[in-house]
């Protein structure tokens, strides 16, 4: 039995998180924690989440005395936190040898120089950096198992990424499109003016500029252009990608292509069948479907997730899973 610490355990994806490991028969809650000063600490998980009334577990603040208890008690600690949080969160407690599975952006880039311009701060933790790897679970499944310092993907990197890369090999030198739309959890629970009720109305965001574009086009190794997009409902996202083929390639290939995913109980691909979101939510899976037109070369796949289940929390137990050999 693994013992793990919920870190940001108020917050939508450390909610989620906290019930898929207390229904994990492996893996059992040391603790959930919020910031020191949170207005939440001392309440118990289940009054903010009635949902999860059958979690007995008090959301504890994070002071020096709980960092202490967690290193004496956990085999990991999970990181649902904002990025800059995460950035010495994680390096505190990969050092004191535990494992870190962190949800956040602060360890997906190898290279440090991204961090100032997408994230805003300079990477303060180059030696944890370099033994971060990327928590893709279908693609990435030996580093995960082989290193402490495992990074989450982002939501909407985790659907482009499960649609393009089985095509990698097949892609022109012309950039694919991808045009993803999220549900509001994407965005955390704080209160923000722009993912308000009444705010909300479907529109495309971060135009040209959003930190999810370098992180898949770094994990594709290919550039992209990515246009996320805010729609009106709670959960899930759906990315639409167009992207063209070397001349010649044939639907077979394509249908070849995919079947990398034919073994994989959570990613199921359909031809010619297209995901729906409300398929996807409250469930682990990504469901893709592709069309290609051998004339011109072009493919359209789609790919669906829950953003905080196979975007967030479910791939994170997927990579603690792999991880731990469970
Ligand atoms: N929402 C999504 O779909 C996805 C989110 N992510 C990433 O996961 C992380 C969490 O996201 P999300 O759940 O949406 O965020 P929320 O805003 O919903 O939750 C953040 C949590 O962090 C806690 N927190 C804040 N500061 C600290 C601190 N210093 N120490 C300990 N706890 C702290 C908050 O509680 P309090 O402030 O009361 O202390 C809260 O519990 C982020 O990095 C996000 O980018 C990744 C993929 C998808
Ligand atoms: C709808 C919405 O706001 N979505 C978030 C993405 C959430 C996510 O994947 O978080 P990371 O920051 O961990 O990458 C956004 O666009 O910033």
Known sequence: MKNIAIIGASGYTGAQ???????????????????????????????????????PYVLQPLTAAAKAQIVAESAAVVLATEHAVSLELA?????????VFDLSGAYRFADAAQY???????????????????????????????????????????????????????????WPVINAVSGVTGAGRKAQLHTSFCEVSLTPYGVLGHRHQPEIATHLGQQVIFTPHLGNFKRGILATITAQLQPGTT?????????IYDDSPLVKVNHNRFPKVDDVVLTPNCHIGWKFDEAS??????????????GAASQALQCIKIHFNL
């Not at 390096?91 to 494992?99: D, E, I």
């Open 116 to 174: 100032p311009k997408w994230y805003g701060f300079e990477h303060t933790q180059p030696e944890v950096l370099a033994q971060a790897v990327y928590g893709l679970a279908e693609w990435n499944a030996d580093k995960i198992a082989a290193t402490r310092m495992i990074a989450v993907p982002g939501c909407y990197p985790t659907a482009s990424l499960l649609a393009l890369k089985p095509v990698k090999s097949l892609l022109t030198a012309n």
């Open 297 to 310: 070369g072009y493919l359209v796949v789609a790919s669906a997730i829950d953003n905080l289940m196979k």
């Open 251 to 259: 639907t077979e290939q394509v249908a070849q292509a995919y079947s």
């Open 17 to 55: 998180i906290t019930a898929l490991i207390e229904n994990d028969p492996g893996l059992s809650v040391q603790g959930l924690y919020v910031s020191e000063n949170s207005l939440d600490k001392g309440k118990a998980l289940a009054d903010l989440y009635p949902v999860y009334q059958h979690i």
């Open 91 to 99: 390096a505190w407690f990969y050092q004191q040898g535990l494992s």
